[in-house]
């Protein structure tokens, strides 16, 4: 009778599991679409019916290597990734986002081969080998209209604004000195040169950049400098690159707007540490080692105009 028991109890436990399998991949096995698209639903469940294209998606995403390491991921970021509401499926990320409903968070798979077609800019993503498989992963938080997608950019810029220069104000703080406002462009400056004294009027104060360059007469500059994040993180240093920087009044020469202008305001043997926003840095995409939106610290020194 015991042996019975024991016998039906393992019956039961494994109809259970079997039960239990069976849901567990019917839900997370992969499907795949007519296209060859294939997807699984982590989170949530497909959308009814696609919406217009007068629409916006706010989504957070992330893609994963074949080995499982994360290689691009929003998660980590302020804001929501902003698209266009794909009005048709064009490839496998659009034909994915055309299928998820707001709060769903879904996988595709896709070859690296494609990957790379499709995110060219991401190094990481250009070292991947040809052949095998990825994935991307993405929560769609919201599907909006354009006018609340403008009032979302509204908003962003805003609160952008406000952590940039609520960084720029405490490192001020933490390295004290006489530093000046330009209230027009948001960024401080301070000279740290001990010849002060001998220069203009300019530098004790504020807008610094609303009044005529020092080397308006000069087509060029040439300057050393060294560039860092407020934690300390060293971007650019002239000097270890055993070269001195040039500014071209008349053009844009450089991939950041600091290198372009503030030289051309800094007087020969002065050294002016400025603090720009992202507007004058990296901006939106960043670089290797600076996070899209960081502010900057950028010392000017050695300036010489060249005619």
Not at 5 to 31: D, E, H, P
Not at 139 to 162: C, H, M, P
Not at 207 to 218: D, F, V
Request: aromatic share 12%; hydrophobic share 40%.
């Amino acid at each position: 009778m015991k042996r019975h028991r024991i016998f039906l109890w393992i019956i039961v436990i494994l109809a259970v599991l079997s039960i239990a399998s069976y849901g567990y991949r019917a839900f997370f096995a992969y499907k795949t679409t007519s296209t060859g698209l294939q997807y699984r639903f982590l989170q949530g469940e497909p959308v009814a019916a696609p919406c217009s294209n007068d629409h916006y998606c706010l989504i957070n995403y992330m893609i994963v290597g074949p080995d499982g390491d994360t290689l691009v991921s929003s998660y980590g970021n302020d804001t929501l990734v902003e698209v266009p509401y794909p009005p048709v499926a064009t490839n496998e990320l659009t034909e994915a986002l055309r299928l998820a409903s707001p709060g769903s968070k879904v996988e595709i798979l896709l070859s690296t081969d494609s990957l790379k077609l499709k995110n060219s800019s991401d190094y990481k993503v250009q070292l991947l080998p040809n052949g095998q498989m990825a994935k991307v992963i993405f929560d769609l938080e919201k599907v909006i209209t354009n006018q609340e997608y403008y009032e979302f950019l509204a908003n962003k810029s805003f609160k952008r604004a406000l952590a940039e220069n609520k960084a720029i104000d405490e490192y001020a703080v933490k390295n004290p000195g006489l530093w000046q406002l330009d209230t027009f462009e948001m960024l401080k400056y301070r000279v740290l040169s001990d010849t002060q004294d001998l220069f203009c009027d300019m530098w004790v104060s504020p807008n610094l950049c609303s009044n005529a360059p020092i080397h308006k007469a000069a087509n060029e500059v040439e300057f050393d400098v060294v560039v860092k994040r407020f934690n300390g993180d060293l971007i650019i240093d002239s000097r270890l690159e055993y070269k001195k920087y040039k500014a071209d009044y008349s053009g844009q020469i450089h991939p950041i707007k600091a290198l372009n202008i503030l030289p051309f305001y800094v007087d020969e043997g002065m050294e002016v540490e400025f603090l720009t926003t992202s507007d004058y840095g990296f901006g939106s995409k960043g670089r290797i080692g600076v996070p899209p939106y960081t502010p900057l610290s950028v010392r000017i020194f050695n300036v010489k105009p060249i005619q």
